[in-house]
């Protein structure tokens, strides 16, 4: 309720970062049975400080570098890789669409090769890869971020929690969490939106039409069996049908 309601009042402090807070301390005050990160992840997990900094740790082949090692981890890797240069791409329209800007080839090769970088750099110190997300990107604009700086301020602001505030983030209730990104997730869906895009490409033309059939598809193999999955059906069902409508 707060992350739709507080952005009618002001806007000065991010809704979503209001309702946490509130909610934390709500339960914290009443002894809410509200189960926390802590209790879910492990207090040790939210000890903090600058021992949780990670170190390099290099390229290290911990697996016997054969061509069997290679048909288990590049079918892996391509999925990832694809999933990630797709939602990053895609979370660059959303920022496009609410901004009511548009993206070039030009922008989109340096959002990727930032990709590449980051997940390089991430990985030579034990980390795993990322990408941009459209939950998170959408969130962001929600709290009046509109530009270059707010992701820096994201970067900065994720890690000085994890080095000074872990244990307050530790006893934020995951129901308030799971709030939030529920309403982020209704802002992602746009139900009138979507029922007006579907009924406009039954009645467009047909490739209109293989698009949204593919776009169902893409969704419910998405949900049943995974990601790249539906990704990949979704694409070919997409080229399939513009080459048999060509014919």
């Known amino acids: 309720f707060v992350p739709l309601a507080l952005p009618a009042i002001f806007t ?25 990160l802590a209790q879910a992840f492990g207090a040790s997990t939210f000890n903090g400080g600058l021992s949780t900094l ?9 697996v016997p570098m054969s061509l069997g090692t290679l048909s288990i981890v590049a079918p892996v890797a391509v999925s990832i890789a694809l999933i990630s240069v797709l939602e990053t791409l895609l979370a660059r329209k959303v920022v496009a669409a609410e901004l009511k800007t548009h993206t070039s080839d030009v922008q989109d090769d340096q959002a990727l090769c930032a990709l590449s970088v980051g997940n390089v750099a991430s990985s030579l110190f034990g980390g795993f890869g990322g990408c941009g997300l459209i939950p998170n990107t959408l969130l962001n604009l929600q709290s009046g971020g509109k530009g270059v700086v707010s992701g820096v301020t994201y970067s900065l602001s994720l890690a000085m929690c994890v080095l000074f505030a872990a244990p307050l983030i530790g006893s934020i209730p995951l129901a308030s969490l799971a709030g939030v990104m529920l309403t982020v997730g209704l802002s992602t869906v746009q139900p009138v939106a979507t029922i007006a895009g579907a009924k406009a490409a039954m009645k467009g033309a047909p490739m209109d039409k293989v698009e949204f059939v593919a776009l169902i598809l ?12 539906g990704i990949g059906l979704g694409v070919g069902v997409t080229l399939l049908g513009g080459k048999l409508l060509r014919r």
């Open 54 to 62: 990670p170190s390099f740790t290099g390229v290290t082949f911990g």
């Open 12 to 36: 000065a402090i991010p809704s979503s970062l209001v309702a946490v807070i509130f909610t934390t301390v709500l339960a914290q005050a009443f002894a809410l049975p509200a189960p926390t």
């Open 218 to 229: 893409t969704g419910v193999v998405c949900y049943f069996v995974d990601m790249a999955s």
